[in-house]
């Protein structure tokens, strides 16, 4: 497969996922707070699946134990760095939005596009090492994106976007993955060292995203017991496509 394939493959992962978000947002209107908390939780179990039983095996398995840890603990490095020196905003803020909800919502989506970027690079750098990964790693994106859609549409909703408006943004906060999966071919593609470097960087990164924003905000939104279940649940999910994929 070349990286045009895997590139337009990123790209379809990402605008699906988070533009189903979307879509979801303009029929259904206002999801309950448990629910919303149950569906990050399940999002976050997905991407805990992609790290450990997908990326960094995978980063082991092809270039061994140096590059895979040292790609992990850069991915986590920078991805602190980033969360500390660039302003966005977490799916679902401490603060209820009582300001402008626009704001709000393209912040969001801001910091979606950022976290979606490794993302792609995980699929791109995931088929250079198998087809069968890459795949994977492309449908359980697309899932995990769908509360990534929702988190930035909600508020563009309430603040009147209109349906065209609300649905062309959250599908552009996915477009990074493209590139990310652009890149990710083209780099791992190099050497098995710079491959496992690269799984292992888009695992830490993964990682940072998943305990820093994605865990916190759905006990934060979905309160103390509904959270665990949907994490359960993701990485149920993500265990059964990685085994049976």
Known sequence: ??????????????????????????????PSDRFMGTVLGFSAGIMLSIVFLELVEEGLEVGGLAPALTGLAVGLVIFWLLDNFLPHRHFFSAERPNGSYLKKGLLIAAGIALHNFPEGLAIGAGYTASPSVGLTLAILITVHNLPEGIAVAMPLHYAGSSALRVLGITALAGTPMGLGALFGAL???IS??????????????????????????????GGAHLPILGISLGVILGVVLTAWL
Do not use: H, K
């Not at 497969?1 to 206002?30: N, P, Q, Y």
């Open 187 to 189: 780099i791992g593609g």
């Open 192 to 221: 098995p060292s710079v491959l496992s470097l690269s799984l292992g960087f888009a695992g830490g990164a993964m990682l940072y995203i998943v305990c820093d924003e994605m865990i916190p905000d759905a006990y934060q939104v």
């Open 1 to 30: 497969m070349d990286w045009l394939e895997i590139t337009l493959i990123g790209l379809l992962s990402g605008v699906l996922g988070t533009g189903s978000g979307g879509v979801a947002i303009l029929f259904w209107r206002r």
